[in-house]
């Protein structure tokens, strides 16, 4: 096995260290990497140099969240911008131009404040596996093939949600921006690891469509359930009545309105309403739709609680009737796993990817059905033997979730398959090759660039 190196650049960028999406899974897989491959070599990008360089991380205890914190100081953060579109455009080209060497100035100047915390790294040879957003990998990726850098490249990637929407939303920079970024992660990758087993197949699909170029060997492995204690101190305080849980929750994708609709179908039947705790950052545009007079009725029943620590979003999933998850498409769905960990009971969409985080432990509806989901809402409250029995069930099933260890394990042995099977390729006979460099100048048919998914 080559050497490794794990890019943390997801954890570098942020401006304060966060525990949520990509970069909780970047630091949690960092964590257990730590444990299970000790010789594993942490490295950050920086956009100052162009370049890569190792950092000497705070892991576990030593660390600010406990788990893992790539240790550079917050006054060495640089600013990020784009460099690459998907198209171009004379005058945000021009301005481009002119911001660069702002911006290199001020991030060169923020660097010295790492002085001592990193070193220069040569990745020729190695192995760098990567699991931050596609924008920040593009944006190296392009430095590497200009360096010939002979690094073979591991992505995981997260989703492709947006191009879902990418036929409906032409006009939109993003979708654009995203697959043009997606792309040139697929083409620099020498393998390929998806989230989930969804995201694994949704990926193929779009290669086989030709939105996407062929793909590399690619490997499903499924993100976790589990919810690590931290030991962060508490501050906040669960409503007392019954409540509903949503983490992270948005209108549109995220589909907040279906919970939303779900309780005004109670309050128009006359029934019980449960309070609904909206956990995570505070978005304008869903009290602005509280304020709305079909939602008037259930407003004073939200509560918000904006970002909370991990020992309060422990204490949140555990006190609460249910955790309900209503998107209409994911990647994978961290909160219904995490719910699973501490016992609790989940409402979610049929969403394919959270079908498979959830399993036979989960109680489904239709996303487009509020009538559906105030159904289990009302069982749940007024059934106590059915919810004693499911919370039971969660329980009895605790050994059989997916743990941050197992999917740095998984990672790992992916990757080694992956590289294993290059060199068996490599060192085939002639006629082989051959035949396999012929192949891959055609599109690959999903059983071609499944790999061991």
Same mark, same amino acid.
């Given at each position: 096995?080559?050497?490794?190196?794990?890019?943390? $650049? *997801?954890?570098?960028?942020?401006?304060?260290?966060?525990?949520?999406?990509?970069?909780?899974?970047?630091?949690?897989? +960092?964590?257990?990497?730590?444990?299970?491959?000790?010789?594993?070599?942490?490295?950050?990008?920086?956009?100052?140099?162009?370049?890569?360089?190792?950092?000497?991380?705070?892991?576990?205890?030593?660390? /600010?969240?406990?788990?893992?914190?790539?240790?550079?100081?917050?006054?060495?953060?640089?600013?990020?911008?784009?460099?690459?579109?998907?198209?171009?455009?004379?005058?945000?080209?021009?301005?481009?131009?002119? +911001?660069?060497? &702002?911006?290199?100035?001020?991030?060169?100047?923020?660097?010295?404040?790492?002085?001592?915390? &990193?070193?220069?790294?040569? @990745?020729?040879? !190695? &192995?760098?596996?990567?699991?931050?957003?596609?924008?920040?990998?593009?944006?190296?990726?392009?430095?590497?093939?200009? *360096?010939?850098?002979?690094?073979?490249?591991? =992505?995981?990637?997260?989703?492709?949600? =947006?191009?879902?929407?990418?036929?409906?939303?032409?006009?939109?920079?993003?979708?654009?921006?995203?697959?043009?970024?997606?792309?040139?992660?697929?083409?620099?990758?020498?393998?390929?690891?998806?989230? $989930?087993?969804?995201?694994?197949?949704?990926?193929?699909?779009?290669?086989?469509?030709?939105? @996407?170029?062929?793909?590399?060997?690619?490997?499903?492995?499924?993100?976790?359930?589990?919810?690590?204690?931290?030991?962060?101190?508490?501050?906040?305080?669960?409503?007392?009545?019954?409540?509903?849980?949503? &983490?992270?929750?948005?209108?549109?994708?995220?589909?907040?309105?279906?919970?939303?609709?779900?309780?005004?179908?109670?309050? /128009?039947? !006359?029934?019980?309403? =449960?309070? @609904?705790?909206?956990? !995570?950052?505070?978005?304008?545009?869903?009290?602005?739709?509280?304020?709305?007079?079909?939602?008037?009725?259930?407003?004073?029943?939200?509560?918000?609680?904006?970002?909370?620590?991990?020992?309060?979003?422990?204490?949140?999933?555990?006190?609460?009737?249910?955790?309900?998850?209503?998107?209409?498409? *994911?990647?994978?769905?961290?909160?219904?796993?995490?719910?699973?960990?501490?016992?609790?009971?989940?409402?979610?969409?049929?969403?394919?990817?959270?079908?498979?985080?959830?399993?036979?432990?989960?109680?489904?509806?239709?996303?487009?059905?509020?009538?559906?989901?105030?159904?289990?809402?009302?069982?749940?409250?007024?059934?106590?033997?059915?919810?004693?029995?499911?919370?039971?069930?969660?329980?009895?099933?605790?050994?059989?979730?997916?743990?941050?260890?197992?999917?740095?394990?998984?990672?790992?042995?992916?990757?080694?398959?992956?590289?294993?099977? /290059?060199?068996?390729?490599?060192?085939? =006979?002639?006629?082989?090759?051959?035949?396999?460099?012929?192949?891959?100048?055609?599109? /690959?048919?999903?059983?071609?660039? $499944?790999?061991?998914?």
């Amino acid at each position: 096995m080559p050497e490794i190196f794990f890019d943390v $650049s *997801e954890l570098f960028y942020s401006s304060k260290l966060k525990y949520y999406g990509i970069a909780k899974v970047v630091s949690e897989t +960092a964590y257990e990497i730590s444990l299970v491959r000790p010789d594993v070599r942490f490295v950050i990008f920086s956009p100052a140099h162009r370049r890569f360089f190792e950092v000497s991380p705070l892991i576990g205890e030593e660390s /600010e969240n406990k788990v893992f914190d790539p240790n550079i100081p917050e006054k060495a953060v640089p600013i990020w911008m784009r460099h690459t579109y998907h198209e171009s455009h004379l005058a945000r080209d021009a301005g481009i131009l002119f +911001a660069k060497p &702002v911006i290199k100035a001020i991030n060169l100047s923020r660097w010295r404040n790492a002085a001592g915390f &990193v070193r220069e790294v040569d @990745l020729n040879g !190695g &192995v760098l596996i990567a699991m931050g957003r596609p924008k920040l990998m593009f944006d190296y990726i392009q430095d590497l093939r200009r *360096e010939r850098n002979s690094v073979r490249f591991f =992505p995981l990637l997260h989703d492709l949600i =947006p191009l879902h929407d990418f036929n409906a939303k032409k006009t939109y920079s993003m979708p654009r921006n995203f697959l043009h970024d997606n792309i040139g992660v697929i083409e620099f990758a020498s393998g390929l690891l998806a989230n $989930s087993h969804f995201t694994c197949g949704d990926l193929q699909d779009f290669s086989r469509r030709g939105i @996407l170029p062929p793909l590399p060997p690619i490997t499903a492995v499924p993100l976790v359930h589990e919810h690590r204690d931290i030991g962060d101190k508490p501050s906040v305080e669960p409503p007392s009545e019954p409540y509903l849980l949503c &983490v992270g929750g948005l209108l549109g994708r995220k589909n907040l309105e279906a919970v939303f609709n779900a309780m005004r179908l109670r309050v /128009e039947q !006359g029934k019980p309403v =449960p309070a @609904l705790v909206l956990a !995570g950052a505070h978005r304008d545009s869903i009290a602005k739709a509280l304020g709305r007079t079909d939602y008037r009725a259930i407003a004073d029943k939200v509560v918000f609680i904006a970002n909370p620590g991990q020992t309060d979003l422990a204490r949140l999933y555990r006190e609460a009737l249910a955790l309900v998850i209503p998107s209409r498409m *994911e990647g994978w769905g961290l909160p219904a796993g995490e719910a699973f960990w501490h016992g609790t009971p989940v409402i979610s969409s049929s969403a394919p990817a959270l079908m498979e985080v959830c399993g036979d432990l989960g109680m489904y509806f239709d996303p487009d059905d509020p009538g559906n989901l105030a159904g289990h809402i009302d069982r749940l409250m007024h059934d106590q033997d059915y919810r004693a029995e499911l919370v039971s069930k969660i329980k009895a099933a605790r050994n059989t979730l997916r743990t941050w260890n197992n999917f740095a394990r998984e990672t790992l042995d992916a990757v080694e398959r992956m590289l294993a099977s /290059e060199r068996s390729e490599y060192n085939a =006979p002639a006629t082989i090759n051959a035949t396999r460099r012929s192949r891959s100048d055609k599109p /690959e048919s999903p059983a071609d660039s $499944s790999g061991s998914a």
